[in-house]
C-alpha cells in the first residue's frame, strides 16, 4: 500500500508561460514513464512542496489525474529549484511498472553518537549520503542506517558492506566504499609553548650557520 497521494491536473499552458502558473501558486509537472506518453500535468505548490518533501526520490507516491480512470505508481525524478529562492519550479514524475526493479537513491542514516566522538573528542565524517539500490517499487526503503556506536575509535570505519539490507534488495554501490569515519580533534600548540620552541628553533639555526661561518 501506498501512503503517499497527490491529485493532479492536466496543463495547457506550457513554454514561457508557465511563470503565470508560478505566480498563481500552481507547480508546472510532466509526468513519464512506463506504458505512457509524457504528459504536461499541474498541481497546487502547497501540496508539491509537501509530497517532495515527504517522497525524496525513493519512497512511491499514488498518483492521480483528474479525468482519467486509475492510479500511477510513481517516484519522483527530477525537481528544479529557483537558484535564489529555493522554490520549486518544476516537478518530473516516472510511472513505473510495480513488478519491475528499479534503481534508486536511497539516504544513508548513521544514527546515534559514536564512542569516538562521546569520549574522545573526534569528528564524524559521512562521506557517504546515499547508495543506489536496485529492488521492486515498493521494496525500496526510505532510508538505511548505521549504529554510530560501532565507531569506537578513530582506526575503525563503516562501509557499504556494513549495511544491511533484505535478500530483495541490491546494493548497486562498491562494497568497500567508505560510507563513515570519525577523525582525531586536531591538537593546537599552546601559544607560550609555541613561542619558546619556535625562538629555540630561531637560536639553533643561528648558530648553525655562525658554526659553519667560522669553518
Partial sequence: MVDLNIGLEKREVVGKKVANLRRNGITPIHMYGAEIDSIALQCDSAQVDRIVLQAGTNIPVNVTVDGDDGDHLCFVREI??????????????????????????????VDGISPAVRTMGGTLLQPLQSVTVEALPMNIPATLQLDAELLTDFETNLYVHDL????????????????????????????????????????????????ESEE
Fill in 80 to 109: 528544479q529549484y529557483h537558484p535564489v529562492t529555493e522554490k520549486i519550479l518544476h516537478v518530473d514524475f516516472i510511472k513505473v511498472n510495480a513488478e519491475q526493479r528499479i534503481r534508486a537513491e536511497v539516504p544513508v542514516i
Fill in 164 to 211: 544491511e539490507t533484505s535478500e530483495n534488495i541490491t546494493i548497486i554501490n562498491e562494497e568497500t566504499e567508505m560510507v563513515a569515519t570519525v577523525v582525531a580533534p586536531r591538537v593546537e600548540r599552546d601559544p607560550i609553548q609555541a613561542a619558546t620552541e619556535d625562538g629555540e628553533s630561531e637560536s639553533t639555526q643561528e648558530e648553525a650557520v655562525e658554526s
